[in-house]
């Protein structure tokens, strides 16, 4: 069975590291070894059985770094199971429907055959960085739209497929 698993995201006000800890931690909860690393501090995906990608998500992109992530590792990702989660609605859709990955999201899963993506709620609040977030938060347009419930059942879902892949 794949046991060790990294959970690599792309962030801006910490919201996608939350979710991305919180997966990892569900991981290990399922007896893996799973660690969460900002995209942009991986330098090898070599040691890992598995790989799950997270990004925020702006302006109808991934984060940067999550899309860096996947080019730059595209060889070492082929042929590993991966997960591609996003997060960002500010609004309660993501809990009310499977929102599709945005068109880039879906080029990098159909390049790499990637398993599952889901998009998680996001969270904007107060302090957040960059001019167009802080006026979004001004507007009363912000808020915290993640649920952690959906979040770890997910992540379950993830580690059963890995339980699954490595039965005789």
Same mark, same amino acid.
């Given at each position: ?26 991981? !290990? ?11 942009? /501090? ?25 899309? !860096? ?16 989660? /996003? /997060? ?64 770890? /059942? ?15």
């Amino acid at each position: 069975m794949p046991d060790n698993v990294l959970v690599a995201y792309g962030t801006k006000n910490g919201s996608t590291a939350q979710i991305a800890e919180a997966v990892a931690e569900v991981l !290990r909860e399922d007896g893996l070894t799973a660690e969460a690393l900002p995209a942009g /501090s991986v330098t090898d995906v070599a040691p890992y059985d598995a790989v799950v990608v997270g990004g925020g998500l702006y302006a109808g992109r991934w984060h940067k770094d999550a899309r !860096r992530f996947v080019r730059r590792h595209r060889r070492a990702l082929t042929g590993r199971p991966v997960w591609f989660f /996003s /997060s960002g609605p500010l609004d309660a859709s993501a809990s009310e429907r499977d929102i599709p990955p945005v068109p880039g999201v879906r080029r990098a899963m159909d390049k790499l055959d990637v398993g599952e993506h889901v998009t998680f709620g996001g969270r904007l609040e107060e302090g957040a960085k960059g001019r167009i977030a802080r006026m979004i938060v001004r507007s009363g347009k912000g808020g915290d739209f993640r649920d952690f419930a959906v979040i770890e /059942s997910w992540a379950a879902g993830v580690a059963k497929a890995l339980r699954d892949r490595g039965s005789p």
